[in-house]
């Protein structure tokens, strides 16, 4: 059964964070997501321009219409704003059994203040006994706790302060500490455990829209059932991923993406499938064996976005030759073949579109039809630097991009061999199903 999470939150009209960002990872986590929206900012990725209070009698009846249809098994209280709309929520939310996620949403990335001075007073006293959770970032559990942050340590006590005014668990994030790891602290209130979730810096200064991915995830995560701990390490890996594939929409903070793990996940499926469905067409080919090499036949798709060996998927052990009968030896896998992976990769770096390759053997007869039906070029591997080829691995990819350096729209690319090297051909195309129409055309000719 579907489980149903509610954010209470401010509306970002840029959609990085707030209410949007909240739907986006409740729907990537496999959670219905409902929303009570207090405020309507009218922001993008630079700034904040104005932001319009609901009237907390609007936001009271936006909660009371979800609750009374629509029950949540978890909630996030994100921007709350003012001190009405505090009392609104902690008098609807008191008493109730339901696990909810407090996101001290006091400032935007940007600088904006998002609470107003004279609610801080409420917010501590009435939200944070509330808390399942607590997800303070560092600037944010300052300000909660009074006292300067500049370690774990300090993260700790910090955590230990804010449980000490009511919250039952609380998570000091690490972006803010100028460290090479980022690490979480998490302090458990009814055991006083203090749990370090730790993942490597990646490389941005600040994105917008990363706070709010987490707390909504750890508040799926718990709407699904999973303990504090668990949600929080899942969390923690869900926006370190997100956070990775950030995207650059405007002129000022990145956006992290809280949907590219479906869209990975999609593409890799489908990457596979389409790879496979090709392969086993390939076999079934009538003389598509005398097309095989000595060192056998693999077939290789990339994702879109490829930029290593492990996002490319080709078939473990190659496509070998029994007799007259073509054999997948292994099922498909992405990183099964470091070889075909740089060519494709060599050949992306040129043109993006053309992410599928195929080997196949070489005679001239194979090589003239080939001339014939598609644009080809070559390399001569005994004139490969000493350096390229002392290098593991170096020789296909400075051999495409030596080919490609002479026609860049060279659907097929091939050398004649060299000492204890068999000669090969690799026909490149969009994807394997297109490489299939065209071992089809040589096929016809050269049967």
């Avoid at 994030?173 to 490597?200: A, C, M, Q, W, Y």
């Avoid at 473990?316 to 292994?330: C, E, H, K, L, T």
């Avoid at 080809?376 to 630097?385: A, F, G, N, Q």
Wanted: proline fraction near 3%.
């Amino acid at each position: 059964m579907t489980k149903i999470a509610l954010s209470i939150a401010g509306s970002d009209s840029g959609a990085g964070a707030g209410i949007q960002a909240d739907l986006k990872t409740f729907s990537a986590l496999g959670v219905y997501g409902c929303t009570a929206i207090t405020a309507l900012t009218a922001q993008n990725t630079e700034k904040v321009a104005d932001v319009y209070e609901i009237p907390a009698s609007i936001v009271e009846e936006q909660i009371r219409s979800v609750m009374a249809d629509l029950p949540p098994a978890a909630i996030k209280l994100g921007m709350v704003y003012s001190r009405e709309i505090i009392g609104v929520v902690a008098r609807l939310l008191n008493q109730k059994r339901i696990a909810i996620v407090v996101d001290p949403i006091l400032a935007a990335g940007t600088g904006a203040k998002l609470l107003k001075d004279n609610a801080m007073d409420s917010f501590v006293s009435r939200l944070l006994p509330l808390a399942t959770l607590v997800t303070p970032n560092k600037k944010e559990a300052e300000k909660l706790s009074g006292m300067e942050i500049n370690d774990k340590n300090d993260s700790v006590e910090a955590a230990i302060k804010l449980i000490q005014l009511g919250a039952k668990n609380v998570i000091v994030k690490g972006g803010h500490f100028d460290k090479k790891v980022v690490t979480d602290v998490l302090v458990l209130g009814h055991s006083g455990r203090v749990i370090e979730i730790t993942n490597p810096r990646i490389k941005i200064k600040e994105s917008h829209g990363s706070g709010c991915n987490f707390s909504a995830a750890v508040t799926a995560f718990l709407a699904r059932g999973f303990a504090v701990e668990e949600a929080c390490v899942m969390a923690n890996e869900y926006v370190h991923d997100a956070i990775k594939n950030v995207v650059m929409l405007g002129r000022g903070l990145p956006i992290t993406n809280p949907l590219s793990i479906i869209y990975k996940d999609a593409m890799r499926h489908r990457v596979l499938t389409d790879l496979q469905v090709a392969v086993d067409t390939l076999v079934s080919l009538k003389g598509f064996y005398r097309l095989i090499p000595e060192t056998h036949t693999n077939f290789a798709f990339a994702l879109a976005d490829a930029t290593s060996y492990l996002e490319v998927a080709a078939v473990r052990g190659r496509i070998a030759r029994a007799g007259n009968i073509p054999v997948q030896v292994s099922r498909i896998e992405f990183g099964a073949s470091r070889h075909m992976a740089s060519a494709v990769l060599t050949y992306m770096s040129v043109m993006p579109a053309m992410r599928a390759v195929i080997n196949i053997r070489v005679d001239q007869e194979i090589l003239d039809i080939c001339k014939s039906l598609f644009r080809t070029s070559s390399y001569d591997r005994s004139k490969e630097p000493k350096e390229i080829r002392e290098k593991e691995g170096s020789t296909i990819s400075w051999g495409t991009k030596t080919a490609l350096a002479k026609n860049s729209s060279a659907e097929v690319i091939y050398h004649k061999g060299a000492i204890g090297k068999e000669p090969m051909i690799t026909l490149f195309g969009r994807n394997p199903a297109e490489v299939v129409l065209k071992i089809e055309k040589i096929l016809e000719s050269y049967l």
